[in-house]
C-alpha cells in the first residue's frame, strides 16, 4: 500500500506566481482533506471532498485558494496568484468515509510551500 | 465554535520517566476524539480514537483516556524513538450545511522530547 502520494514534496516559488499542489489519495477512499499547517495557526482544514464532490470549502482562505478532484484517485490544490503568507506546509489526507468506524484520516508527507 | 487545547506545549522527559499529555476540548457534541503523532517533516500519523466518556485505548507505551472535557495520552516508560509532536483532535456531532458530518478540529500539539 503506497499511502496517500503528494507532489511536489517542496516548492519554492516568487510572489505572483501560480502554484499546483497535487495528490493520489489511498485507492478506494471515497473522501479527501486539504490542511495547511503552520506554527502560528497549526492544522486546519482547507476542503474537503466526498466522492469526488466538495463538500466543505469554508476553511479556504480566499478566492486565491481552487481545489478540484476531477476523479477518485486525484486531486489538486491552487493557488493564484500566491502570496508570501501561504508559505506551509500543505497536506493531503484521505479516509474511508464519513461513516463512525471510518474516521480515521491517512495523511501524506506534504508539500513544503515558500513563497518569496 | 470547536475548540481544543492541549498542553504542554512541550515536554522533555528522560527515558523512562512516565507523563501525560492533556488535551481540553469545547465542542457542542463528541463525536469522536482523535490523538495523532506527527515526526517532523512527515504528515500526522493516527494513533487512537475515543468515542465516549470512560473509553480507554492502548497501543505499546501509549494509552488513551477521555472524560466529558478532556483527553489524556499517557506514557509510560517512554523511549527516545518516542519523541515526536502529539496531536489532539475533535469531531462534532451534527451536519454541516451540505448535510455532511462536520470534520476534524485540531489543537495545536504537544512536543515531546525523550532524552536517553
Known amino acids: 500500500d503506497a499511502g496517500v502520494i503528494q507532489s511536489p514534496r517542496h516548492e519554492v516559488t516568487e510572489m505572483g506566481q501560480e502554484v499546483t499542489l497535487r495528490c493520489k489519495p489511498i485507492?478506494?477512499?471515497?473522501?479527501l482533506f486539504w490542511y495547511r499547517q503552520t506554527m502560528m495557526r497549526g492544522l486546519e482544514l482547507l476542503i474537503y471532498f466526498n466522492n469526488n464532490v466538495p463538500i466543505d470549502d469554508s476553511g479556504m482562505p480566499e478566492d486565491r485558494f481552487s481545489a478540484k478532484m476531477p476523479n477518485a484517485s486525484f486531486s489538486t490544490l491552487k493557488i493564484q496568484p500566491s502570496e508570501p503568507r501561504d508559505s506551509a506546509v500543505y497536506f493531503c489526507a484521505s479516509n474511508l468515509g464519513s461513516g463512525r468506524a471510518y474516521n480515521e484520516q491517512f495523511f501524506g508527507p506534504g508539500t513544503r510551500l515558500t513563497v518569496l | 465554535e470547536d475548540q481544543v487545547t492541549q498542553s504542554p506545549e512541550a515536554l522533555r522527559l528522560q527515558e523512562g520517566e512516565s507523563s501525560s499529555l492533556n488535551c481540553s476540548y469545547t465542542v457542542s457534541g463528541l463525536r469522536g476524539l482523535f490523538w495523532y503523532r506527527q515526526d517532523p517533516g512527515k504528515g500526522p500519523e493516527f494513533l487512537f480514537t475515543?468515542?465516549?466518556a470512560g473509553e480507554e485505548k492502548e497501543k505499546e507505551r501509549l494509552k488513551a483516556t477521555l472524560t466529558k472535557k478532556e483527553s489524556f495520552l499517557h506514557i509510560t516508560a517512554p523511549k527516545p524513538e518516542d519523541s515526536a509532536t502529539y496531536l489532539c483532535?475533535?469531531?462534532?456531532?451534527?451536519?454541516?450545511?451540505?448535510?455532511?458530518?462536520?470534520?476534524?478540529?485540531f489543537g495545536s500539539g504537544t512536543q515531546l522530547t525523550v532524552l536517553p
Open positions: 485507492s478506494g477512499h471515497n473522501s
Open positions: 483532535a475533535v469531531q462534532a456531532n451534527g451536519l454541516i450545511s451540505s448535510g455532511s458530518a462536520r470534520q476534524l478540529t
Open positions: 475515543l468515542y465516549s
